[in-house]
Every structure is written in C-alpha cells, then in structure tokens.
C-alpha cells in the first residue's frame, strides 16, 4: 500500500508537494463563528488541524499521539453506540406509554408497539449512528450536555424510522423474503398487506419524535423540511425504480448507467448519507447553503458507492451474512451488475440475458448469474470499487473544507470492502 494512502487511512492527509497553501487559507474558514452559532468549531478545528498538520509540521509526532489516544477515543465510540441503542426503550416508551391504556385506541397501540421492535432495531444502525458522531465531530465537546445528545440520539432514530418505512414498504413491492435475518414484517402469519398501514405509522412517528424532542430548538423547521424533502426524494427514486423495471417486462434498454445513478441518487443516497450528516450539520448550527452544498456532493457519490455494494452482495454475498435473500434478477431491477454486463456482453450473451432476465425460475437466476461470472464481474466490481474509494478519498481530501474531513471519511471507511 503506497504511504500516502496508509496515512490516509489512519486519518492524515497530504497534499502534492508543490502546493504551498498557508495554513490560514485552510483553518481560517473554520476559526469563523458563522460555521456554528454561539459556539467555536472545535470539533472542525481538530480535525482540520489533523489534516494539515501532517504536511506542515511534526507527522511523526501527530501519528504517536493517534496511537496513544486510540483506545480512549475507541472507548468514547463504543460508549456513544452503546447510549444510542440503549435510547431506542425510550423512543418506544414515548411514542406508545400514554396511549397504552386508552380505550378508544390501546389495541392500535398495541399494535404500534410490536411494529416498532420488530421493524426499527435489528440493523447495524450506521444512518442513525451518523447523526449523533457527526454531531459530536461537530460540536464544542462543552456544549455537549445531556439534553443535546438525547436530541441528537432522537434525531438519528428518526433516521431509522424513515429507513424502517421504506423497507417495509419496498420489501411488499418487491415481494422479498427476508430482512436483516428475519421474515419480513408482510410475510408474518396475519400479517400481509395491513403492513402498509404499519409503515405510514412508522413515518409518522418520526413527525411526533420530531416536535417532541425539538419543537423549542431553533434548527426544528430545517429538520422537518429536511426529512420531508428525503422522503419525497426516496419515493421519487422509488417510482424510478419501478418505472424502470416493470414485472413481467423486461426491456434491457432500459437498464442505462445513468438511468441507474439516477435511481440511486433519488432512492438511497439522499436518505442513506445526506439526511443524518445534513440532520446533524443543521443541530450543529451549520445551515449554510454552501457548507450543504459542499456535504451533498461528497455524501451523495458515497451513496452511490454504497448501492453498487448492495447490488454485488445482493448475489455475489452470503445470506447468513447480509440477512436477506436477494431477489434483483427476478425482481428485473437496473442494478449495477446487469449495466456492467450490458456493457460488457456480446450479442449473443445479451440474448442469453434477455431470455432469463426478470424471471422467476431458480435455473434461469443461475444462468444469469453464470452469464456475470463469464463476464468476470465479480472482479471487475472489487477493482471498480477500490478506484471508487481513492476517488471519493481524494474528493473528499480537496472539496470537504470548511467542513472538518473525518466526517466523510468515517464514513467512507464504514462501507469499505464491506460483506453485509
């Protein structure tokens, strides 16, 4: 591994030789009040002083205080995802407790409370998690008190709420089997198509967590805004989705490289990685539509990233791993594995493709899948995705300030070579 992407990956970055920035011309943006109002950016100072400080002065000595510090901040982290999950009792508590015992309404409730626990936890949780980290990055560790970071913790189950909605949703849509290692929620005994109505419940209670927890706070409009925005961007994408790969039809010139980031873009990026760091950045007191503009480019190409992932593992991954059964060939979706071998086939493989594509039969799903490893796609992925990585490392090195980097590359480093 070349040095420069060693030190990247232990958080230190260099840039070209040639360049000689002044310092000011980096960190001055960052020493502005303006980023975070009432308070200084310490948590972007920090990081913004780990960035340069690697090409200006003293490496060796930045790289042992890394070293020295490294369990106190792991334990900080553990700490945090630990307080995170622990306040998903007092999400359910909240959003249930009074209504339990009505009369008028208790089995509904009842009802709302089994769709939580079954729906909201379960999953790895990196959406909501993002939201309290980022803010933590982002805010003076003094003005962090109690009542901030249970915000924060709120805000990113809102996260997983929304996250909650779509999937349970989408899973009918695509009559999928599995979710994180369970059935999923349609498919329960008694259960079916009333899960639609469960899912708008789960969205609306993102709407009540909201108003509850931050009705007071000057960012509460931003946060509604910004969530109904991800939502109709999300159902947007969705329609693309659909659009694009009708059952029972398939029509493989549909299935474009642009027609697919599109469809990612709308459907998972936005919500996946702009919304939590956009969620936190607003609570922070950043609301400025360049350091947004700024977030959203980088966020939004991660995001892409991370759906190619999914669309490799969905069936280059193992089951007992990932937690669900994929479904892409049958369900006719433009995922990144057929527009890489529409680019790639002959015709008479594109003919092969056409024939089994879309199809629900378990040979045809093997013929395809025989077709991708013809084609050498599952190598043709890893190397796609390492060159996706330097690229977003490099985008992120150049374009992040004002914003402090580690944000990004937190991240980054948490889809990286992923398996689930």
């Not at 249930?96 to 909201?120: F, Q």
């Not at 433009?334 to 015709?347: D, F, G, I, K, M």
Request: net charge neutral; hydrophobic share 35%.
């Amino acid at each position: 591994m070349p040095l420069s992407r060693w030190l990247r990956s232990m958080g230190i970055f260099l840039l070209p030789s040639p360049c000689r920035v002044p310092r000011e011309r980096w960190l001055g943006p960052l020493r502005q009040l303006s980023l975070v109002h009432r308070g200084s950016v310490l948590g972007a100072w920090q990081s913004a002083r780990c960035w340069c400080q690697a090409w200006t002065e003293e490496p060796r000595i930045h790289y042992s205080s890394l070293r020295m510090n490294g369990d106190q901040k792991l334990d900080v982290c553990d700490k945090s995802k630990q307080n995170f999950f622990q306040h998903f009792s007092q999400i359910v508590k909240v959003l249930t407790e009074e209504d339990m015992g009505c009369p008028e309404r208790g089995d509904a409730i009842a009802r709302l409370k089994e769709v939580l626990e079954y729906n909201v936890p379960g999953g790895k949780c990196n959406r909501g998690l993002t939201v309290l980290t980022t803010f933590q990055d982002l805010v003076e560790p003094k003005k962090q008190d109690a009542d901030s970071l249970q915000r924060a913790m709120t805000v990113g189950w809102c996260v997983e709420l929304l996250q909650a909605f779509f999937l349970v949703v989408d899973d009918i849509m695509d009559s999928s089997l599995t979710r994180r290692g369970k059935v999923c929620w349609y498919q329960k005994p008694g259960i079916g198509l009333d899960a639609i109505n469960d899912a708008v419940l789960l969205e609306a209670c993102v709407y009540r967590l909201l108003k509850l927890y931050c009705r007071e706070q000057p960012y509460y409009l931003n946060l509604i805004e910004l969530f109904l925005q991800t939502a109709y961007q999300t159902e947007l994408g969705q329609s693309l989705d659909l659009i694009t790969a009708p059952q029972g039809n398939v029509d493989l010139g549909r299935f474009t490289e642009k027609r697919f980031k599109s469809i990612v873009k709308n459907k998972t990026s936005f919500y996946s990685f702009y919304l939590p760091v956009a969620a936190a950045m607003y609570m922070a007191g950043i609301d400025g539509e360049e350091e947004h503009a700024i977030a959203k480019k980088i966020l939004l190409e991660i995001g892409e990233l991370f759906q190619s992932q999914d669309d490799y593992l969905d069936l280059f991954g193992d089951p007992s791993v990932t937690g669900k059964i994929g479904t892409d060939i049958q369900d006719n979706k433009c995922s990144w594995l057929v527009t890489q071998c529409l680019q790639r086939c002959s015709p008479e493989q594109r003919q092969i493709l056409q024939e089994n594509y879309g199809q629900k039969e378990a040979e045809k799903v093997a013929r395809v899948k025989a077709l991708y490893e013809e084609l050498n796609l599952p190598a043709v992925f890893l190397q796609w995705e390492e060159d996706r990585y330097n690229h977003l490392t490099d985008l992120i090195e150049q374009h992040s300030a004002p914003l402090p980097p580690t944000i990004f590359l937190k991240l980054l480093q948490s889809i990286y070579r992923r398996q689930k």
